[in-house]
């Protein structure tokens, strides 16, 4: 019998690991890379995580 040792990663770490990937890449390319302030790093942070506003011309903000 072979067994196999290799590491299995769930598909639900997967699905949010591409989740977050991309929304880095389109928080960066919609222009929400500024980090002057905690207000612009949490707005970074929204954009990450809801990517698909800003993808679609939406826009995210949070102000403190």
Avoid: C, H, K
Wanted: avoid cysteine; aromatic fraction near 14%; glycine fraction near 10%.
């Amino acid at each position: 019998m072979v067994t196999s040792t290799g590491v299995r990663i769930p598909l639900a770490s997967l699905i949010l690991l591409l989740w977050l990937i991309i929304g880095v890449i389109v928080a960066f390319n919609e222009g929400y890379d500024r980090f002057d302030t905690w207000s612009q790093f949490a707005t970074f942070l929204l954009a990450v995580v809801l990517w698909p506003i800003p993808a679609t011309g939406g826009a995210v903000g949070i102000r403190f």
